[in-house]
């Protein structure tokens, strides 16, 4: 017989939130109550806290309560005289936490840790206090939960980064640290309206970031869903609005629409003898925006904004049920999708459809197993509930943690946070493609993802010794962008190592830092080498014996240069950040005391006069170029995009000749900046107290699209020439279509000037488009 569970709710995984204490789908929309002292008197405080400890043992029996009782004992005296921004006391978050935890089934120890989640960070209380009366493990979860407020960082990011970087690493030891955390976060968001608007948007854009995509790699669609729709309200309140109010001018008729479709369902799943239960929603908020926002539609496009989820008893039930659906109403093309047989990489697993019922209204049917919808709605949270002991992790349950452990694996080796925390948003909320090894064991990709990110999520050696790939039997670039179905064989060979230009094509965060660390590994190998020659070639050249040139000299002094090693130092050496004259004048005083002489680069062939755009400047006397925090150290300017004074510069230390300067937009620097212990803060020099005719001009290139009729050639030279500016070289060519092409090679003071000179030239009668060429 179907048995039927009816439910309004406003999650994507049609959670009720009832559960949650909310009202109904939009009831965190509505003006929230200021708080009633009379229900915050220790009295109904008290009362809440035994409520608690009740829930607790009846869903787990054998749990220890005094753990509980104690626990809450230690925050009430704690906690005593603090009080929330919203006029609440502060006991009240820890006890909302708790109960939230409570829902989920968790043990005693996990209730003991929510309860004492603050107490390290807002109270005199110490984390060897927590250990010294709660255990180590209590502890662990507390320490790994408590913010690091106290260490000062530079920035938010790096605060932020260092933050989220802990809860991961405790993670991987136990579960439930993050599983506080939401706890924890989503309470916070309940509450959010009592802040000041700025702190409201940057903690709701936190928790649309970090948290409510870490809820959903972790398979919890009911915490996930209240987050997003409650950061939405803060993040884009105009976009909610709208959201809102659509949804709830087609509310009634969509419930209308919804129950006729139960009843149906229900006498059909009777009178075929399937045992299940119907449950239907309204879509979320959030989930609308995102789609309509993702697919460019209208919201009437939007075609599972009301859904019927049926659960059944088995696996052969759910396929029974999908097609009784399909000889019910008509099935949309292409909106049938099987994450029973190819489950998401939170362990999703459902079958979907869309169909089209009477009046044309188009709905989505869900269909998954008891098993299946518990793990829909909590996640890794769901196997709390059936463990007699602490521990009693499964293999399926490891399983589910894996990505956690790959997570953090990449993490450690990340220096940058704000790469780091880009990386990380990439990594918990992808758009995934479902492809398979040639044995059929499926392999999920990011969207966009290519045979090179498939290599490294089945193995790092197998991603850095690949050398091709083979998609559904036909051999293809690396670059290839893989599709969901395909069959992807991986083509390796000893000895091969990973190529810098993969970086410029693979999508998951795992591949880009496998490579990454790679290739910093093996440029370190190589700047040590090349650190080591230049030392040895200058302690040649200045006759210092090489007995004072040992790795122990070079211990000795390398603190000084910010470093801890003698690799180290030899390393930023062959990277250019320093010079042999500078580390010798340190080793051996007295030997060195005759300058350096100025290293001169000689022009290539076919260079001539234009090599002095790619010449090396000094930092001493009047140049253009400075580094900051450094001295004595080599800048130059790339020859891809020649910047002038006035543009926006970024440096890049190269091996051995020294940094190379780009401007912001050039095509190149993308690509170059990968590694960012390399990037270095480069600016122009501040203009000297000089004639114009004596400031540094920089060759520039400037092509002219323009009407082939006579004098044109005379009026631009004389446009140029008027502004006092240098013509170096002047080229012109025709066209098949009749128009001339004229490139001049001018010197540019800085863009201000180059600016003025080509608005001159725009002039020009006939002339149509002035153009500046990066390259010389």
């Known amino acids: ?125 110490t984390s060897e206090e927590i250990a010294a009366k709660f255990g180590d493990q209590v502890a662990h979860i507390v320490e790994g939960v408590t913010k690091i407020d106290k260490i000062q960082f530079a920035n938010r990011e790096d605060r932020q980064a260092e933050n989220v970087r802990k809860m991961l690493l405790a993670m991987v030891t136990d579960i439930r640290v993050v599983l506080i955390k939401l706890a924890d976060r989503l309470h916070n968001m309940r509450t959010l309206e009592h802040l000041k608007p700025e702190r409201q948007e940057a903690i709701a854009r936190e928790t649309m ?3 409510a995509p870490l809820a959903h790699r972790l398979g919890m669609g009911k915490v996930r869903g209240e987050l997003e729709d409650l950061a939405f309200r803060y993040t884009d309140p105009v976009s909610y609005e709208q959201m809102s109010a659509e949804a709830e001018s087609r509310r009634a008729e969509g419930e209308q629409f919804l129950r006729t479709v139960e009843d149906t369902l229900v006498e059909q799943l009777r009178e075929n003898n399937v045992e299940a239960r119907v449950e239907w929603r309204i879509k979320r908020l959030y989930s609308i925006f995102q789609k309509i926002e993702r697919a460019k539609v209208s919201f009437d496009q939007v075609y599972d904004f009301l859904a019927v989820r049926v659960i059944t008893q088995d696996l052969a039930a759910c396929y029974a049920v999908f097609g009784l659906i399909h000889t019910l109403w008509r099935p949309v093309p292409g909106r049938i999708k099987d994450f029973i047989a190819m489950p998401r990489a939170n362990r999703y697993q459902s079958l979907h459809t869309t169909v089209i019922g009477e009046g044309g209204h188009q709905f989505e049917v869900q269909i998954r197993t008891e098993e299946m919808h518990r793990i829909a709605e909590e996640g890794i949270a769901a196997h709390w509930k059936y463990k007699a002991r602490e521990g009693s992790i499964t293999t399926r349950d490891e399983e589910r943690l894996n990505w956690i452990r790959q997570l953090v694996e990449w993490q450690k080796e990340m220096t940058d946070p704000n790469e780091f925390l880009s990386s990380l948003k990439m990594d918990l909320y992808p758009d995934e493609v479902y492809t398979f090894t040639p044995k059929g064991k499926v ?3 990011p969207a966009d993802g290519t045979p090179v990110d498939f290599a490294y999520t089945i193995h790092t050696d197998v991603g850095h010794s690949c050398v091709g790939a083979k998609i559904n039997g036909r051999m293809v670039p690396l670059r290839t962008k893989l599709r969901t179905g ?17 970086l410029t094509f693979v999508k998951s965060p795992r591949a880009r830092n496998k490579i990454k660390h790679w290739l910093n590994e093996d440029q370190r190998v190589r700047a040590v080498d090349i650190g080591r020659k230049l030392l040895e070639r200058a302690a040649k050249k200045f006759k210092v014996p090489l007995s004072q040139v040992t790795d122990s000299d070079l211990s000795r002094i390398s603190s000084e240069y910010g470093v801890a090693t003698a690799a180290d130092l030899l390393a930023t050496l062959g990277q250019g950040k320093h010079s042999a004259h500078q580390i010798l004048n340190k080793l051996a005083p007295g030997y060195t005391d005759v300058p350096e002489a100025e290293p001169v680069v000689e022009p290539k062939p076919g260079e001539g006069g234009m090599s002095d755009a790619v010449r090396k400047l000094h930092l001493t006397g009047s140049d253009s170029l400075e ?29 051995g000749k020294g940094v190379a300067v780009h401007a912001r937009g050039c095509p190149n620097v993308q690509n170059l900046l990968y590694e960012s212990d390399r990037r270095i803060n480069v600016e122009w020099a501040r203009t000297p107290d000089q004639p114009t005719s004596r400031l540094q001009r920089f060759p520039v290139r400037v092509t002219i699209y323009c009407d ?45 000037h180059l600016n003025k000179m080509v608005l001159g030239l725009r002039r020009v009668p006939g002339v149509r488009t002035v153009q500046r060429s990066q390259q010389l």
């Not at 004389?718 to 002047?730: G, L, P």
């Open 486 to 502: 395909d069959i992807v064989e991986i083509i390796t060979q000893k000895d091969h190592k990973p190529s810098r230009d993969w």
């Open 1 to 125: 017989m179907a048995t039927v569970r009816q439910s309004v709710t406003s999650g994507e995984t049609g959670v009720p939130q009832g559960s949650q204490g909310n009202a109904g789908p939009h009831a965190e929309s509505r003006p929230v109550a200021k708080p009633n002292p009379a229900t915050y008197t220790q009295e109904r405080i008290n009362e809440r806290f035994e409520a608690l400890v009740r829930h607790v043992q009846a869903n787990r029996p054998t749990e220890d309560s005094a753990l509980i009782r104690k626990a809450w004992a230690f925050c009430v005296t704690h906690h005593e005289g603090q009080m929330r921004a919203s006029g609440e006391p502060y006991i009240i978050h820890p006890l909302e936490v708790a109960e939230v935890l409570a829902e989920m089934k968790l043990d005693a120890t996990a209730i003991a840790a929510a309860l004492l989640h603050d107490a390290v960070e807002d109270t005199p209380a």
């Open 209 to 211: 970031d970090i948290y």
């Open 443 to 445: 392999v999920v990709v």
């Open 708 to 752: 082939d009729r006579a004098g044109m050639l005379k009026e631009l030279t004389a446009v140029i020439s008027d502004d006092n500016t240098n013509i170096r070289s002047v080229d012109t060519r025709q066209t098949d279509d009749g128009e001339a092409i004229v490139e001049f090679v001018v010197d540019a003071e800085d863009v201000r």
């Open 627 to 655: 580094v900051e925090g450094q001295n004595d150290l080599l800048v130059y300017r790339a020859r891809c995009c020649n910047p002038i004074r006035g543009e926006e510069i970024v440096g890049y230390v190269t091996r």
